[in-house]
């Protein structure tokens, strides 16, 4: 307790709420000299940021500095913690980046920056990415702070229309409103969220420019610290003019399939939008999930179903059946008394799924990516990090078996091995390390609410959730697979975002458990994590 009264919000001074109920209800100790060295650094990103993005085009190779880092967030270790990747390769990997238009999130301070130019982008970039004038915005998310997304616009569109699409509840809702205010060109849609333990989890921006749309998916929440020092990804799609064609990976369709889930005005708006756009030069697969029991046919148009329905069509031939599945979270839900009744059952059937492929073909390999405690503890931002890794105790007490899966978080190729991973990437790997027959990044963490569980005797599929992802598959780069390499010297290397082979926990290793105490090791930032 503090001197009044209050339970101490556990985190305490880095807390980055604002909602007056929140403060009121915890003690925030040196709240306001955090605030004022906060509006201070927030003061110094909004005056800078037009010079930066006026140089940065989504796709072009360039990304923004990391001399302003994002407002409102903690500023952790700034310590470098990278070698200088070499010329060379840093050019192949921004080559490679823009080629499949995938790339990683800026990270502001403690990497070398060879390994930000040209391979990531700051939420600026993407929004200023284009020449063409900006008219309108879409927002999906799970968690917004609309005061730092305001100011990633250029000052001339934050008056413009945007709409907010968000599946908050109690007073997280009440602060989103309040975080509105008067601003009036900002319209909010609530998500319905009909069935238990369910979230709005996806996070995508659609931006309407006078020259046509462009649609960003990624895994990062529009909150600052997601986008500071974390490891994250976002796929950005050609700017799409105003025409009728769809790609053949029948992008379009899809997107307007999962936005008619929420079944709302507002959305309907938009979707009328994308049906008026070209968006034939989208060569990635729309991976979403929509709260619901579907039924027949519907049952493959999401999760995980939709997932095996499309590398039933476009996946991996017959000879990569054996090869390893890998799958990389920044959260776990309950799976089941055994790993066979779903993670190792419904689930591995369909990410291991062939080309014509049936489910009575034997299960390869699981290998789960998640960090470790030491993965944590050294990361730039220390204990902080494991915030947004919210593995519980009870969780996995009730599914030990999950650690016999896991490796630790390794991203030595991308720069990344101290920036805290809140990405989701799943893919197959083959058994010398070399080829990836599919990759899907996606806002999808290891869980059935997620990805979906069928009932009634598989006649159905009940999922819980918003999400969403790409699936990038080779042939729609005229490739047979994509290739492993960390100096992307081969043109069909693919820029994974952590390090192939993976590296198995040792016996000393343990996952992160958010709500256990660590008070026997200082952090990178000389704290500890106290629940």
């Known amino acids: 307790m503090s001197e009044d009264g209050l339970p101490a919000c556990k985190y305490g001074s880095k807390c980055y709420r604002k909602n007056p109920l929140h403060l009121k209800e915890f003690s925030h100790p040196n709240k306001s000299a955090h605030s004022d060295q906060v509006s201070r650094k927030r003061k110094n990103s909004s005056e800078g940021a037009d010079e930066i993005c006026a140089k940065s085009t989504v796709g072009s190779g360039e990304s923004g500095t990391s001399s302003i880092p994002p407002g409102n967030v903690q500023l952790t270790s700034d310590k470098n913690t990278t070698k200088e990747l070499s010329p060379a390769t840093q050019v192949a990997l921004s080559q490679s980046c823009s080629k499949y238009n995938y790339f990683l999130t800026y990270v502001h301070r403690g990497i070398d920056n060879s390994y930000n ?65 008067s601003n009036s060109n900002i319209k909010i849609v609530e998500a319905k969220l009909d069935i238990p333990y369910g979230v709005h989890h996806t996070k995508m921006m659609i931006l309407k420019y006078t020259t046509g749309i462009r649609v960003m998916i990624t895994t990062a929440n529009l909150i600052p610290m997601d986008w500071f020092q974390k490891t994250q990804a976002l796929w950005c799609s050609p700017l799409c003019p105003p025409g009728s064609g769809d790609s053949n990976t029948n992008f379009k369709a899809d997107l307007i399939e999962y936005l008619s889930g929420y079944k709302s005005k507002l959305i309907a708006e938009w979707i009328d939008l994308i049906r008026q756009h070209d968006m034939s030069k989208c060569r990635v697969w729309l991976i979403g999930s929509v709260p619901g029991r579907h039924l027949g046919d519907k049952k493959f148009s999401f999760g995980h179903l939709k997932l095996r329905k499309i590398l039933q069509q476009h996946g991996p031939a017959s000879d990569a059946s054996s090869w390893p599945v890998i799958g990389q979270f920044s959260s776990i839900g309950r799976l089941g008394a055994n790993a066979n009744t779903w993670l190792r059952g419904e689930f591995m059937q369909s990410l291991s799924m062939t080309k014509g492929g049936t489910l009575s073909a034997p299960l390869p390999e699981l290998k789960l990516v998640f960090p470790t405690v030491e993965n944590v503890r050294n990361s730039l931002e220390g204990y902080q990090a494991g915030g947004s890794l919210p593995f519980s105790q009870q969780t996995y007490d009730q599914q030990r078996y999950i650690k016999s899966f896991m490796c630790e978080w390794r991203s030595e190729s991308r720069g990344r091995s101290q920036a ?27 869980s059935k609410a997620a990805w979906g569980a069928l009932e009634k005797q598989e006649t159905q599929l009940m999922i819980r959730s918003y999400e969403l992802g790409v699936l990038f598959l080779p042939e729609m780069f005229d490739l047979e697979n994509f290739v492993v390499d960390d100096s992307f010297s081969d043109g069909n290397a693919f820029p994974f975002p952590f390090d192939l082979p993976l590296t198995p926990y040792s016996p000393t290793d343990e996952p992160w458990i958010v709500d256990r105490k660590y008070a026997d090791k200082p952090d990178s930032c000389g704290e500890f994590w106290n629940t």
């Open 117 to 181: 130019q040209g391979s990531s982008l700051t939420l600026y970039n993407v929004i200023n990415g284009t020449k063409a004038e900006l008219e309108s915005s879409c927002l999906l998310s799970y968690m917004f702070d609309l005061d730092w997304i305001r100011q990633q616009y250029k000052p001339c569109d934050r008056t413009k229309p945007m709409t907010v699409v968000h599946g908050l509840k109690g007073d997280s809702r009440i602060e989103l409103l309040e975080q509105r205010g």
């Open 420 to 446: 805290s991973p809140h990405i989701k990437s799943y893919l197959r790997l083959s058994p010398d390390n070399k080829r990836v027959p599919w990759f899907l990044m996606t806002s999808s963490n290891l």
